[in-house]
């Protein structure tokens, strides 16, 4: 089993920064991918960003440009920089993992709240 945890979300004003961090519990090397998606009130969850073990990205098309996705191996932490922030940018975000070998499967952090207020 693989546990996630996330900080950094908050209120922010729109064209400020956040930083969101998802934390696991188990080796950065025992993961395939990881990422952030987001779900808003009433709207389904969305992509919004994944990075592979060979650091391989992968944008939404609404964020390219204003967000990136890092990874520190020496941590297990994916990292979401969240730059020119807009209120459609407001949602519950969630860090994903999708795990390798003995950790196979998919996970999901608690959620993280970001609110962009214009």
């Known amino acids: 089993q693989v546990q996630l945890v996330e900080s950094g979300g908050g209120l922010v004003q729109a064209g400020g920064s956040l930083r969101l961090s998802c934390a696991a519990s188990?080796?950065?090397?025992?993961?395939?991918?990881m990422g952030w998606y987001r779900q808003a009130p009433g709207k389904q969850r969305e992509l919004v960003a994944t990075?592979?073990?060979?650091?391989?990205?992968n944008y939404a098309d609404s964020v390219k440009g204003r967000f990136t996705i890092s990874r520190d191996n020496a941590k297990n932490t994916v990292y979401l920089q969240m730059n020119s922030l807009k209120p459609e940018d407001t949602a519950d975000y969630y860090c994903?993992?999708?795990?390798?070998?003995?950790?196979?499967?998919?996970?999901w952090g608690q959620g993280t709240q970001v609110t962009v207020s214009s």
């Open positions: 990075i592979t073990s060979v650091r391989s990205t």
């Open positions: 994903y993992v999708k795990g390798s070998g003995r950790y196979r499967g998919d996970y």
């Open positions: 188990v080796s950065i090397f025992s993961i395939n991918a």
